[in-house]
C-alpha cells in the first residue's frame, strides 16, 4: 500500500502531521520562529544522540534524517543544500554572512563545505540561536561560525555590532545566504549594498524564492540582469518534498 507521504512516486512528507502542524503552527512561526511543538529541541537531542561529534557532514545527515523521518524543519534541505554547496565551493570565501540561523542546518552545511570560512550567522530568536550553538559546537565547527542574535532591519544596531565585533566592512563579505522572513531579502540586500559589505565577485544565494515567495526580490535581481549583478535561477523544490517547486537565486555581484 502506497504511504500517505507519497503521491505518484513523488515525496510528499508534507502530507504528514508535523508538516500540518507548521500550518497551524504559523502564528507562533511568525512571532517566535518556532513552530510551537518541540521539535527544534527535539532536533538537537536527536543529533546529540545520533550524529558523530565532531563529524559535521554526518550532523547535516542526521539532521536530514529527522526532517523525513521525525518532523519538518524549516532548513534550506538536501537537495536545495547541493545548489548551496555548489554556490559557496566556487567561492574563496574569507568571511560568510547567513540571515536566519534556525537551528544552524545550513551554518553547518556551509562550514563543512568551506572549512577555511569564518561564518557569521544572524538569528531573531534566542532561543533558535541557542540550539544551534549547540548543534554547531556538536558538529565541531561552533569555533568558526558565530551565531549573533538580531536582524538587520533593527535600525542599525545589528549592522553596527556586525562591523564592531565580527570585523564587517568594506569589502568583507564574499559569500552572502539569506534563509530568514522573505519580505527582509531586499532591504537587507540594499542594507548590505549601502554599508559596502559587498565587493566585485561577491555571491548572494537566497532561498524560498518562488514558495513561500520573495517577489520583489526577484524582480530586483531580474531588473539588474547585466548591470550589477548576474543571477543564475535554480529550479528546485520546496524543502524535504519534492511535489511543491521552488527557487533558488545564486546572484553575483558585479558593479
Not at 551565531?147 to 569589502?171: C, N, Q, Y
Not at 524543502?239 to 527557487?247: N, V
Request: glycine share 10%; charged share 25%; proline share 3%.
Amino acid at each position: 500500500m502506497r504511504r500517505i507521504t507519497e503521491l505518484g512516486g513523488r515525496r510528499a512528507p508534507f502530507l504528514r502531521w508535523s508538516a500540518l502542524r507548521m500550518v497551524f503552527g504559523g502564528k507562533s512561526l511568525l512571532k517566535n520562529w518556532q513552530v510551537g511543538d518541540g521539535r527544534e529541541q527535539a532536533l538537537l537531542e536527536y543529533v546529540e544522540q545520533h550524529a558523530r561529534r565532531g563529524d559535521a557532514a554526518d550532523v547535516v545527515q542526521v539532521i536530514d534524517e529527522f526532517c523525513y523521518q521525525q518532523s519538518i524543519m524549516m532548513n534550506v534541505g538536501d537537495e536545495k543544500g547541493e545548489i548551496l554547496d555548489a554556490a559557496l565551493r566556487k567561492v574563496q570565501a574569507g568571511l560568510v554572512l547567513e540571515l536566519g540561523t534556525y537551528c544552524g542546518y545550513s551554518a553547518t552545511r556551509m562550514a563543512s563545505v568551506a572549512p577555511h570560512a569564518r561564518i557569521v550567522s544572524v538569528e531573531f530568536s534566542a532561543d533558535n540561536a541557542a540550539i544551534a550553538r549547540r548543534i554547531l559546537d556538536h558538529a565541531g565547527v561552533g569555533d568558526r561560525v558565530s551565531v549573533v542574535v538580531g536582524h538587520l532591519g533593527d535600525g542599525g544596531t545589528t549592522a553596527d555590532r556586525l562591523e564592531a565585533e565580527h570585523g564587517f566592512g568594506t569589502g568583507s563579505v564574499d559569500f552572502a545566504f539569506v534563509d530568514h522572513a522573505k519580505d527582509a531579502y531586499l532591504p537587507d540586500l540594499h542594507l548590505m549594498l549601502d554599508r559596502g559589505w559587498l565587493h566585485p565577485g561577491s555571491v548572494v544565494v537566497a532561498d524560498n524564492v518562488r514558495l513561500p515567495g520573495a517577489p520583489k526580490y526577484r524582480a530586483y535581481m531580474q531588473e539588474q540582469e547585466g548591470k550589477d549583478w548576474r543571477t543564475v535561477e535554480h529550479p528546485s523544490h520546496v524543502e524535504y518534498q519534492t511535489l511543491l517547486k521552488d527557487l533558488v537565486l545564486e546572484s553575483t555581484y558585479q558593479p
